[in-house]
């Protein structure tokens, strides 16, 4: 293979390997990571009452962007952004659990967004005439059923494919979401590809207060999925800080020790499949009742990749991380779509050329950033085993807390050492 | 289930044809999966630039819109397997460098490596899927090769196309086997498979011979990119999404890094999807597939021929 392009490679390669050296490690500003550390620690000190604070700070959105305060995304079009980001976090924090903090790699996490959507659509009064229902219940009483279909499939792909092994698994999901597609294809209660219209929305009325929910993304819709929200980031801290989240830890880390120290294996994966789902299912049931007509081509395969994009861009098992990610994979491109009229941006359309750039950005993320934008503290320093080029492998040392050297000497650590 | 027992034999024999592309992009899988044991989901995105390529040069470029026949036939045809094959192999080679080598460098964890290869591998898709290059419909191949009507076997036709892809898939198969095992880079990359460090002990530079398998994975995924662009007549920008994940559930299924396994498990699968679609219905071919690679998995995790380059 000494072929001249193998050489003009080689020569790229060595050219290459001082950027590629020093770009990642680009300090955060001394002043900046200290003011940031402090309001981490304020925030922190709150206890749980920091998420109602969160919860209030994102109940101000709506009203801030009916004044305007949002510099692009406004209006009708910034509530239905807003909505879509607020289900997405759903999905990334759910497919977080899976991925972040047990390490499994999940390719069809749509298709528990898909099973929760299908299920509210054949439990409730939905459809053209002649539809087929499971039950005609109220919008609410699905809620719960689509969580529980979309756990119980967790159990149910998750029983006999985690047993294999992890790579397996990533080609197993994507069947499995594939296979979910063609079931919804081809199956007549399903109405097929031409899918169920008129699926009914909920409607809330305390005492005197009446409120339908519409078509029409208004702030109310945001309002339902905050408590969503919130409950799933206190699920999965409660879940990262427990015992349960340690054998996730034990398991991503070494599987074979792991089992060892007496982790039941594929008891815990399961687990994490399901609670990965159960956000799928609240998120299908809104997204379901939000838009009021599904079928097959709402939850192409793509949609799984993109909410592993946002999982692992933001930062895998992280709550900012789900956070910044569905913003990054959501809101930006909408914004950037308003933005540029509806042209293309250097022949990208804003759209589908996301995706190509978000492809592009997980190539770079996981060289530079193996644990996404805003890592999990935890896990800044695994994905990563520390080996002769060790110094260099643990870059994430400017954003650590504990700094343990100038990001100078990190990445000197290789040659000199001083 | 009711088989229509008139459609068993013609089913078998696309079956067959279909099963010998999917052999040809299985050997990539294979031989990367076989050297660094991971699952190079980005192969996909191989196969589809071998077929692009072809596509631009003699469709755009050159503007080649009438069949041929004779003796410029046989050139264009040798000259777009050619690019076609070291476009893909080009594609394979920076992938290597570009994507997999700064993580082996910084001894990324697995899951890095499969988040990588689905990077690259949407990364290459959408970037065809843009308007200046094929947009997001099907483009038209260069028609040169009049796709016709050879013989027939068990009443099913036979397209001249068909004999191509088997004769050439058989070709390349015996020259696979023959580098793997009568060459010293063959003897290297067997070598790489059984035990990394061992190998470099033994004064195998690593990096090159992890650059040549994928080189060569690639140089087939670029052979089947342009037959089965052939075969069915247009290039699409995510051309290489189905035929992708197929041939990976053949690696699997003869026994992922066995690279007779890769030729056992294509023929096996495209057998098996052609003759669901008789006896269970078209509609369910793909759930067909998933369940048995599911199950194969299940029952014997190894495949068939089990795993391991072997010579």
Redesign the interface.
Same mark, same amino acid.
């Given at each position: 293979m000494s072929s001249p392009v193998y050489r003009f490679f080689e020569w790229l390669d060595a050219r290459l390997e001082p950027v590629r050296e020093r770009a990642p490690r680009v300090p955060v500003p001394e002043p900046v990571r200290q003011r940031w550390q402090q309001g981490g620690r304020l925030w922190r000190r709150l206890g749980p009452l920091r998420y109602l604070v969160a919860a209030g700070l994102m109940a101000l959105i709506p009203p801030l962007m009916e004044r305007g305060w949002f510099p692009i995304l406004n209006g009708t079009y910034g509530q239905t952004v807003l909505f879509n980001t607020g289900y997405w976090i759903l999905l990334t924090l759910g497919l977080g659990v899976v991925v972040g903090l047990a390490g499994l790699l999940d390719l069809g996490y749509v298709a528990f967004f898909l099973l929760g959507s299908y299920t509210t659509a054949l439990m409730t009064h939905s459809g053209a005439p002649g539809q087929f229902h499971f039950v005609e219940w109220p919008t609410w009483a699905a809620l719960p059923f689509a969580l529980i279909v979309a756990m119980v499939a967790g159990v149910a792909i998750g029983l006999p494919t985690l047993r294999l092994r992890g790579d397996y698994l990533a080609i197993v999901t994507l069947g499995f979401h594939e296979i979910m597609l063609e079931v919804m294809n081809n199956l007549g209660i399903t109405n097929g590809p031409r899918g169920i219209p008129a699926i009914p929305t909920p409607s809330i009325s305390i005492g005197s207060f009446h409120y339908d929910f519409g078509l029409n993304p208004a702030p109310y819709w945001w309002f339902l999925l905050i408590p969503a929200i919130i409950l799933a980031v206190i699920m999965v801290q409660r879940l990262d800080g427990s015992r349960v989240g340690r054998y996730w830890t034990a398991i991503r880390e070494d599987e074979v020790a792991a089992s060892a120290m007496g982790v039941p294996i594929v008891k815990m994966k399961v687990l994490a499949f399901v609670i990965g789902a159960s956000t799928s299912g609240i998120a299908g049931w809104i997204y379901a009742t939000n838009v009021t007509f599904i079928d097959p081509t709402s939850f192409p395969l793509l949609l799984s990749v993109l909410v592993l994009c946002s999982v692992v861009i933001g930062g895998l098992g992280s709550i900012g991380g789900a956070v910044l990610g569905a913003i990054l994979v959501q809101a930006v491109p909408e914004a950037v779509r308003q933005l540029s009229g509806g042209n293309t941006l250097f022949g990208f359309d804003p759209l589908t050329g996301r995706i190509a750039i978000f492809g592009a950005v997980l190539i770079i993320v996981m060289i530079y950033r193996p644990g996404g934008l805003l890592a999990a503290r935890r896990r800044r320093t695994e994905m990563v085993t520390p080996g002769p080029e060790s110094g260099v492998v643990v870059d994430d040392a400017s954003a650590t807390e504990q700094e343990v050297a100038p990001a100078d000497d990190v990445h000197s650590a290789g040659g000199r050492s001083t | 289930m009711h088989c229509n027992a008139a459609l068993i034999a013609p089913t078998f024999v696309t079956g067959l044809i279909l099963g010998f592309i999917y052999a040809l992009i299985a050997l990539g899988y294979t031989m990367v999966y076989g050297v660094l044991k991971?699952?190079n989901?980005a192969h996909d995105a191989v196969f589809a630039t071998g077929g692009i390529l072809v596509f631009y040069a003699f469709g755009q470029w050159f503007g080649i819109v009438q069949p041929l026949s004779g003796v410029s036939l046989v050139v264009l045809m040798a000259a777009s397997l050619v690019i076609g094959a070291l476009a893909s192999a080009?594609s394979a080679?920076l992938l290597e460098?570009?994507?997999y080598? @700064?993580?082996r460098?910084? #001894?990324?964890?697995?899951? /890095?490596y +499969?988040?990588?290869a689905?990077?690259? /591998?949407?990364?290459? $898709?959408? +970037?065809y #899927? #843009?308007?200046?290059l094929l947009g @997001?419909g099907k483009r038209e191949f260069p028609n040169y090769f009049n796709v016709s009507k050879a013989f027939t076997v068990f009443g099913s036709v036979v397209q001249n196309v068909d004999v191509l892809i088997v004769v050439l898939a058989i070709a390349c198969l015996i020259a696979l086997d023959q580098f793997i095992t009568r060459t010293r /880079?063959g003897r290297a990359i067997r070598a790489l498979s059984e035990d990394q460090v061992a190998a470099q002990l033994m004064g195998i530079n690593n990096d090159?011979v992890i650059?040549?398998t994928f080189?060569v994975g690639g140089l087939f995924a670029g052979i089947a990119g342009v037959l089965y662009a052939i075969k069915f007549g247009f290039v699409v920008w995510n051309m290489g999404f189905v035929p992708g994940?197929k041939a990976?559930?053949a690696a699997?299924l003869g026994g992922i890094g066995n690279i007779r396994g890769a030729l056992l498990g294509g023929i096996l699968l495209g057998l098996i999807e052609n003759m669901s679609a008789v006896c269970v219905?078209a509609?369910?071919k $793909?759930?067909v597939a998933? /369940?048995v690679?599911?199950l194969v998995?299940?029952l014997r @995790?190894t495949g068939i021929l089990g795993e391991g380059i072997k010579g």
């Open positions: - | 991971l699952i989901f080009g080679f460098r570009v994507a080598r @700064p993580l460098r910084r #001894q990324g964890a697995r899951l /890095s +499969l988040i990588t689905i990077g690259a /591998s949407f990364f290459a $898709d959408y +970037l #899927q #843009q308007n200046f @997001p /880079s090159r650059t040549t080189v994940i990976f559930t699997v219905g509609e369910w $793909d759930t998933f /369940s690679l599911v998995l299940i @995790p």
